[in-house]
Structure formats: structure tokens, C-alpha cells
């Protein structure tokens, strides 16, 4: 289980001009609250997505999932839920161990794989990119560069199957949710919600806006991982086409 996030994504002065996480800031205090009896969440998170502080949630989530008694440890967006056997260690246990690991992990800035992932922008794959350039007052090619020529990261994995919540998008493009969502967005559009990019893993509902589409695949269940996303991959986005 993956916490979605309450928030659109937005790069903060703790990424780099590339879009790229640098490392994590032990500096800003956790919040912990217990989730039934036997989940533990780790809450870092404020009204902007801190991209340094999700690098330190990744290591964390690895670090506490050695931990006896600890059965799962999903990254959110800037939060972290920890699943453990109530029977075999007690919270107090838990907490302290994920306060301390807080303060004394190491990132790993280069955590993560680099893909690319080919689109077909416009015309019938991306049926909202006309509209998504005229609200941002530039030319559909202009939001196709723009959206190629970033760097994103993989925050986390939630939602669908699969689906990966990617930072880096250039707020020149980003634009907020639609207000009624659609109930058949088709496996493998490319959109863009808020501040944040992303790919719709298989058909379902999305109020996102969907500017391309791509024959990536996004989960399979014969692979291990079933998701082909991490947390802290990086993907960028190739010209495969623009449609008129």
C-alpha cells in the first residue's frame, strides 16, 4: 500500500536545475502516528514536495525493512509507512529505530536506473495537449519540448498497478486536476496532474490531462519487481511522434 499524496509535486530549492534530487536534509523533524496496530507512519510532508527529503525517505524505507519484526516499508510521497508483526516487536521499538534512522542514514544520491520512454504526443494519443498549451499560453510543440527535455524521478509508486508519481515537470506545463474526472483513460497515456507527470499503467479513471501516449510497459506480474519503476529511477520522455 502506497499513501497518495494530498499535494501537488513542485521542485523545491532542494533539487537542482536538472530536476534531479540531491541528497537528503535530516533537519526537518518527522512525524510519526500509528496506522492501526500494526503500521507505523512516517510523515515529512508540507504543502510543496520536497524532492532532498524524499531521497532520505528511500533510504530509510530500505534501512527499516532489515529490522526484525518489520514485514513492509512503502515510500509515499514525503511520508513513509512501516508495516511490522505487533506480535514479535512493539511500536515504541519502531519509532525509535525510525528516528534514529532519520538522523543518521546516508542517501544514496544516484539511487535508481535511468529509461526512456518513447511518445506519441497529440492528435488521437494526446487529447488534451491543444488545450494544456493554450491555458499555459504557449504552442503544442513548445509543451512537447518542455515536457521531453525534462529529468524526471520516480517519487513513489501508488494509485494503479504500476503507476509511478514523477517530480521534474517544468511548472511552465504543470496545470491542476480536471474537475470531472474521465472513467476510460487508456493504458499507457502520458499525463500531467498538477506539478506532477505521469503514465496511466492500465485503462482506468484519471482527472489527469493527457498530452501522448506510449507502449511502455508499466507492470507486469512475470517480472520481479511487477512494477517497472522504483522509487529514485529516472526517466525521460523521447519524441516518437507528434500528431496533428
Request: hydrophobic share 45%.
Amino acid at each position: 500500500m502506497t499513501l497518495l499524496p494530498a499535494f501537488d509535486l513542485a521542485t523545491s530549492e532542494s533539487s537542482g536545475g536538472d530536476g534531479v534530487p540531491r541528497m537528503g536534509d535530516s533537519s526537518v523533524a518527522p512525524r510519526l502516528s500509528m496506522a492501526g496496530a500494526s503500521g507505523i507512519l512516517l510523515d515529512v510532508a508540507d504543502t510543496i514536495f520536497n524532492p532532498s527529503i524524499q531521497t532520505r525517505i528511500w533510504a530509510v524505507a530500505e534501512a527499516i525493512a532489515m529490522e526484525a519484526g518489520v514485514t513492509d516499508a512503502v515510500p509515499g510521497i514525503n511520508n513513509l509507512m512501516v508495516v511490522f508483526d505487533p506480535l514479535t516487536v512493539f511500536p515504541a521499538t519502531i519509532e525509535d529505530t525510525l528516528l534514529r534512522l532519520w538522523q543518521t542514514v546516508i542517501p544514496d544520491p544516484i539511487a535508481g536506473k535511468d529509461v526512456d520512454v518513447p511518445v506519441a504526443y497529440g492528435g488521437e494519443y494526446g487529447e488534451d495537449l491543444t488545450d494544456l498549451a493554450t491555458y499555459a499560453g504557449i504552442s503544442a510543440k513548445e509543451v512537447v519540448r518542455l515536457h521531453s527535455e525534462a529529468i524526471y524521478t520516480v517519487a513513489a509508486i501508488g494509485a494503479l498497478p504500476g503507476f509511478a508519481y514523477l517530480s521534474g515537470l517544468n511548472p511552465r506545463i504543470a496545470r491542476g486536476r480536471r474537475s470531472v474526472p474521465r472513467f476510460d483513460v487508456p493504458k499507457g497515456a502520458v499525463m500531467i496532474g498538477g506539478a506532477q507527470a505521469g503514465i496511466n499503467p492500465c485503462l482506468a479513471p484519471s482527472g489527469w490531462h493527457i498530452i501522448g501516449r506510449t507502449s511502455f510497459s508499466m507492470f507486469d506480474l512475470r517480472n520481479s519487481p511487477p512494477a517497472t519503476f522504483q522509487p529514485g529511477d529516472r526517466i525521460r520522455f523521447r519524441i516518437a511522434e507528434i500528431a496533428s
